[in-house]
C-alpha cells in the first residue's frame, strides 16, 4: 500500500473521530463536574467528621482568650478545661487553647463538665437533648486521650475541689454572656487557690464579644460593618485536636452509666407521677416536656445536620432558605438553633462551610450569614453589656417611656399565663404556633415575633407579657435560654434592636404585627392545619408509647 492512498482515510477517520470528541465535550464537561461535586461534598464531611483539615493557623487567637486571673506560678499540675456553653470535642477554641498551654507547660490536659439540678426552667427535653450530645462528647475525646469528668452539684465547688485534687496550674473556661455563667465563673475565680491561672475562651461567637464591640450597640446596623471588618482575622479554620502529648497522671475518671444517668436526670423533670418516666427508643416518654425526636443529638448529628448528604442544610436544602419566613415550607430553615445553643457545633464551623458555598447560592448564604453571625452575635453583645438583658429597664429610653404610656390602655383580650401555655386563646394562628413549641420544641421563626408581639397585645403590663413570654421560650423551645431568646422577646416586646413605629394602642412605639399581615405573607389556614396534623400524630406517638409498666430501654442514640 502506498502512502499516498493511506493519507486521506487516516485523515478523514481522525477529522471524524475528533468531531465526535467535540460532540461529547459538554457532556464530559458535565459529568466532571457531577464528579466534582460528589468528591468535594464527601471530603467536605470527611474533614469535618474525622478530624478538623487546618488551612489556618494551630495556634488560638490571642483575641479570643482573657486572663480572668493570674496564677502565681508556684504550680506545674495539669490544665482543666471546664466545658459549658461549647458541649464540643471539636472546633472548639476553648479546648484548643487549654490543649496549647498544656502544650507549651509541658504537662496533660483534662475536660470536666458540671451537671447542675436545674438550669432556667430547663426541662427533660433540653436535659436529655444535652446529656445525650455529652455522651458522644465523652467518646470523642477518649480518642484523642483526653479523659473526661462529670460532675454533679455546683461548678463553683467541685471544680476548685478537683483542681485541688490533681493540683491544676490552670482552668480555661467557656465564654457566656448570661447572668448565671458569669456568677459561676465569678465564685470560681474565688474559690481556686492563687497557684491558679483563670483563662476565658470566647469559642461561641466568630468574632469574640468583647472584640466585636466594645460596647452596647444600637442594632444589626451598628455592628455588622465592626464584625465584617474582624472577619479576616477571626474566620478562619480550625486546627485538628490532638492531646499536649503528656498522660494523664491524674485521678482515672469514674465510668459514666449515661443510661442510668440520663433516666434519673429526666425523672425529675416528669409530671406528677416520677415512676412515669420511662424511655422508648432512646426519649423520654412521660415526663412534663418530654424530648423531642427530630434532632438527634450531639456533635455527630450535628455535623451531619448542616453537611449530611441525606438531608444536610448546606449540602440539600439551602435553595429552599428563600422560603425561610414562611412557615408553611417546611424544611426550609436550617434548624439548627438546638446545636448552636448546645455548642454542639461551632457557629464558626458553619460559617465557614457556608462560605464554602457562596457560589452555589450567594443570596442564601449571605442571609444565613447573616442570621448566623451578625444578629446571632449582636444578641451576645446585647446580654453582654446589658445588665437588664430580660427586663423592661433593658430597653432604649423612648421604648420604655411609651410602653409606660400605653401600659394602662384598655386591652380587648386578656389571658392568664395559664390559658396561654395551654394555647387557648381566640386567635388559632397564635394556638397553633404555641402548640408548635409545647409538642415539637421548635416554634417557626416567623411565628416567633408575631407569639411574642400578641403576648405584649392581652397581658396585663408589658413586664407581665416580657417574663410569660421569657418563661414559655425557656420551657419549652429547644433553643431557649439563649441570649438569642432574650434578645428575641426584648425585640417583640421592648423594641430593642428596632426603631420606633407609628404609635398605637397598648403597643406605643412598639412595632405591631396582625394577623392581616401574616396573611398576606403565607397561607395560615395551611400552617393552622399542619400544627394540627403534627401535634395529633406527635400525641399519638406519646400515647401508645407511653408505659403502663417500666418499659424495656432501647437506645436510638447511642
Ligand atoms: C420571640 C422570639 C424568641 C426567640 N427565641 C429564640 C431562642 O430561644 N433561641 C434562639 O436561638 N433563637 C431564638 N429566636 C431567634 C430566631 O427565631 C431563631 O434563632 C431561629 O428561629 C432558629 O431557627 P433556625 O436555626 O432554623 O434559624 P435560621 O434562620 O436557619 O438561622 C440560623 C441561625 O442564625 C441565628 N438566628 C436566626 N435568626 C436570628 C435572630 N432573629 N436573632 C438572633 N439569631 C438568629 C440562630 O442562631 C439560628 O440558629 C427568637 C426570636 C423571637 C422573635
Known amino acids: 500500500m502506498s502512502k499516498r492512498k493511506v493519507q486521506p482515510s487516516i485523515e478523514s477517520a481522525l477529522k471524524a473521530t475528533k468531531k465526535e470528541v467535540e460532540k461529547l465535550k459538554p457532556a464530559i464537561k458535565k459529568l466532571k463536574q457531577e464528579v466534582n461535586k460528589v468528591v468535594n461534598s464527601n471530603e467536605d464531611l470527611d474533614n469535618v467528621r474525622v478530624s478538623t483539615t487546618n488551612s489556618g493557623t494551630d495556634e488560638v487567637h490571642t483575641g479570643r482568650v482573657r486572663s480572668l486571673k493570674e496564677g502565681n506560678g508556684s504550680r506545674k499540675g495539669p490544665i482543666l478545661y471546664w466545658m459549658s456553653r461549647d458541649q464540643r470535642s471539636r472546633d472548639n477554641w476553648a479546648l484548643l487553647h487549654a490543649v496549647q498551654e498544656a502544650k507549651r507547660s509541658g504537662v496533660a490536659v483534662a475536660v470536666v463538665f458540671n451537671l447542675v439540678d436545674s438550669f432556667l426552667n430547663a426541662q427533660a427535653r433540653h ?81 469574640p464579644v468583647w472584640e466585636a464591640s466594645p460596647k452596647l450597640e444600637y442594632g444589626a446596623r451598628t455592628i455588622r460593618t465592626k464584625i465584617h471588618k474582624l472577619l479576616p482575622e477571626y474566620l478562619t479554620d480550625f486546627p485538628v485536636l490532638k492531646n499536649s502529648g503528656h498522660v494523664w497522671s491524674g485521678p482515672t475518671p469514674p465510668p459514666i452509666d449515661w443510661e442510668a444517668l440520663i433516666t434519673e436526670v429526666l425523672s425529675s423533670h416528669c409530671c406528677l407521677d416520677l415512676t412515669k418516666l420511662s424511655v422508648i427508643s432512646g426519649i423520654s416518654v412521660g415526663a412534663e416536656v418530654p424530648e423531642i425526636d427530630w434532632c438527634e443529638p450531639g456533635e455527630d448529628a450535628a455535623i451531619e ?238 400515647k401508645s408509647s407511653a408505659p403502663t409498666e417500666a418499659a424495656p430501654r432501647s437506645s436510638k442514640f447511642f
Open 127 to 207: 436535659f436529655g437533648f444535652m446529656l445525650r450530645g455529652l455522651r458522644i462528647v465523652e467518646k470523642n475525646l477518649q480518642a484523642a486521650d483526653i479523659p473526661f469528668f462529670l460532675f454533679r452539684g455546683k461548678a463553683q465547688e467541685t471544680i476548685p475541689e478537683f483542681v485541688e485534687e490533681c493540683g491544676a496550674s490552670m482552668v480555661v473556661m467557656d465564654f457566656s454572656p448570661l447572668r448565671i455563667g458569669r456568677v459561676w465563673r465569678d465564685e470560681l475565680c474565688k474559690n481556686v487557690s492563687p497557684a491558679v491561672a483563670v483563662h476565658e475562651v470566647d469559642a461561641h461567637n466568630v468574632v
Open 305 to 542: 445536620h448542616l453537611l449530611g448528604d441525606k438531608n444536610g442544610f448546606l449540602t440539600k436544602r439551602l435553595a429552599k432558605y428563600e422560603f425561610r419566613n414562611d412557615p408553611t415550607k417546611l424544611g426550609s430553615l436550617s434548624s439548627i438553633s438546638p446545636y448552636l445553643h448546645y455548642g454542639q457545633i461551632a457557629p464558626q464551623r458553619a460559617a465557614l462551610e457556608a462560605r464554602r458555598r457562596q457560589k452555589e447560592a450567594p443570596k442564601n448564604i449571605d442571609s444565613f450569614f447573616e442570621e448566623l453571625v451578625v444578629r446571632r452575635e449582636l444578641a451576645d453583645n446585647y446580654c453582654y453589656y446589658q445588665p437588664n438583658y430580660d427586663n423592661i429597664n433593658g430597653a432604649w429610653e423612648w421604648a420604655q417611656i411609651s410602653l409606660k404610656a400605653h401600659a394602662k390602655d384598655k386591652r380587648e383580650f386578656v389571658y392568664t399565663q395559664e390559658q396561654l401555655e395551654k394555647g387557648k386563646t381566640h386567635d388559632s394562628l397564635w394556638n397553633a404556633a404555641q402548640l408548635e413549641m409545647v409538642h415539637y420544641g421548635k416554634m417557626h421563626g416567623f411565628m416567633r415575633m408575631y407569639w411574642a408581639k400578641k403576648i405584649l397585645e392581652w397581658t396585663e403590663s408589658p413586664e407581665e407579657a416580657l417574663r410569660i413570654a421569657i418563661y414559655l421560650n425557656d420551657k419549652y423551645e429547644m433553643d431557649g435560654r439563649d441570649p438569642n431568646g432574650y434578645v428575641g422577646c426584648m425585640w417583640s416586646i421592648c423594641g430593642i434592636h428596632d426603631q420606633g413605629w407609628k404609635e398605637r394602642p397598648v403597643f406605643g412605639k412598639i412595632r405591631y404585627m396582625n394577623l392581616a399581615g401574616c396573611k398576606r405573607k403565607f397561607n395560615v389556614d395551611g400552617y393552622i392545619s399542619y400544627v394540627d396534623r403534627l401535634v395529633s400524630s406527635l400525641r399519638k406517638k406519646a
